[in-house]
């Protein structure tokens, strides 16, 4: 490619660069940071919330006590949705209610708008935090509420209702274009390409910086942009699935199970529905029937695979066995590869580095861009000074 052509598609690769990051530079810190404080959640909680976490011992009592705490803790019209287990040693039992929906009430019309409507998106829970070895309850809390869920908020729509989730695929999509012409800007423009990984490529320490761990943070950000982008807009990917998921589109299978309220008095007991499934490993999660789905969901940890889940008829005590593990579809793979679940520390060191090395970018470009913006005033400046300074008369 001809020298001045390199350098006439430099300009505008600069300008694209240098724009991206300027325009949404509002946007893109609090993204990135975030996503980096989000990579171990559940460690955060730790320090932020120890109390939920103050655990006796393992569980060992049946799962009516859990569920007797938890009702205990939960208002008179609340009902309990599942209880969840502890993944690991050493962590709480969680308990999560609803409350009952208009049409839950005496005279709440069942279709339609209007007062008796039931309210659009999925509800809000109560979460209960429970010592697995005294039954004790721990912590009570609204579930849309703390800094772990304002951070998911802000991550996953930038607390937009509505287009929160596009606005932050497009700064995905914009951020994954950032980081191809960053390499375009990076890559030497002659010579070999070791010049590149030189510290004093300009003046300034911040233009360096820009540059040096600009590129080292590369493909990890192209990553996380790209399955950022693929998250945010599940219709236009989901195009890419091997298969479509059985019993229709995803989302709005996910939108319509989260709005399923708890039967409120289920003729099983959550101790009979668990027996009748025959335990066979850790317990992972039970579910209570819902008015969609009138089955007890009980869920038993396998290694290595995702959780058995057997199915108890609440009305009949009928046993629906598991489905044998399904492979993993590549919304699953890109989730995973997002937010590092089950990837390792280092997968997981990367996605935060990832994070926050971007939010850095982003300061070390606006002052690059303030540091010119000085510079070219300066000069500006002269050359008019130049222009008005009345010429030397010659001497007589």
């Not at 009980?298 to 609440?314: C, Q, S």
Request: glycine share 12%.
């Amino acid at each position: 490619m001809r020298q001045s052509t390199t350098l006439r598609l430099r300009g505008w690769w600069l300008q694209v660069h240098k724009w991206i990051g300027l325009i949404l530079a509002i946007l893109i810190i609090p993204l990135c940071v975030s996503g980096a404080a989000l990579v171990w959640d559940g460690a955060l909680d730790k320090v932020i919330n120890p109390g939920r976490y103050a655990v006796t011992g393992a569980p060992g009592l049946p799962p009516s006590a859990y569920e007797a705490a938890a009702r205990a803790a939960i208002g008179a019209d609340e009902r309990l949705v599942s209880i969840r287990y502890p993944g690991e040693e050493g962590g709480p039992i969680v308990a999560s209610a609803a409350k009952a929906g208009p049409r839950d009430r005496p005279g709440a019309r069942r279709g339609g708008g209007g007062d008796g409507a039931a309210p659009a998106g999925p509800p809000r829970r109560t979460n209960v935090w429970i010592d697995p070895g005294s039954g004790r309850v721990l912590d009570v809390a609204d579930s849309n509420s703390g800094l772990i869920r304002v951070l998911h908020r802000i991550h996953g729509s930038f607390m937009v209702p509505g287009w929160g989730r596009t606005i932050v695929g497009v700064v995905g999509v914009a951020m994954l274009l950032s980081c191809l012409t960053g390499l375009w800007l990076w890559w030497p423009v002659a010579g070999s390409v070791r010049r590149g990984f030189r510290w004093r490529r300009q003046n300034s320490t911040s233009a360096n910086l820009h540059h040096l761990i600009g590129f080292w943070i590369l493909l990890p950000l192209a990553m996380l942009s790209f399955t950022g982008a693929w998250i945010s807009f599940p219709q236009f990917f989901g195009r890419f699935e091997a298969a479509a998921p059985r019993g229709g589109d995803g989302p709005p299978d996910r939108a319509r199970a989260a709005r399923a309220r708890p039967l409120e008095s289920p003729r099983l007991t959550v101790d009979a529905a668990l027996a009748a499934a025959h335990p066979d490993g850790a317990l992972a999660t039970i579910a209570w029937p819902t008015d969609q789905s009138p089955r007890w969901r009980i869920a038993f940890a396998r290694d290595d695979a995702p959780p058995a889940e057997y199915g108890v008829d609440d009305a009949t005590g009928e046993v629906t066995p598991p489905r044998p593990p399904r492979p993993e579809t590549n919304a699953r793979l890109m989730r995973r590869w997002h937010d590092g679940t089950g990837m390792g520390p280092v997968w997981q060191t990367l996605i935060f580095l990832g994070g926050v090395i971007p939010a850095a970018l982003a300061v070390t470009g606006i002052i690059m861009w303030l540091r010119n913006r000085g510079w070219r005033a300066k000069l500006k400046s002269r050359r008019r000074t130049a222009k008005v300074r009345p010429a030397v008369q010659p001497a007589e």
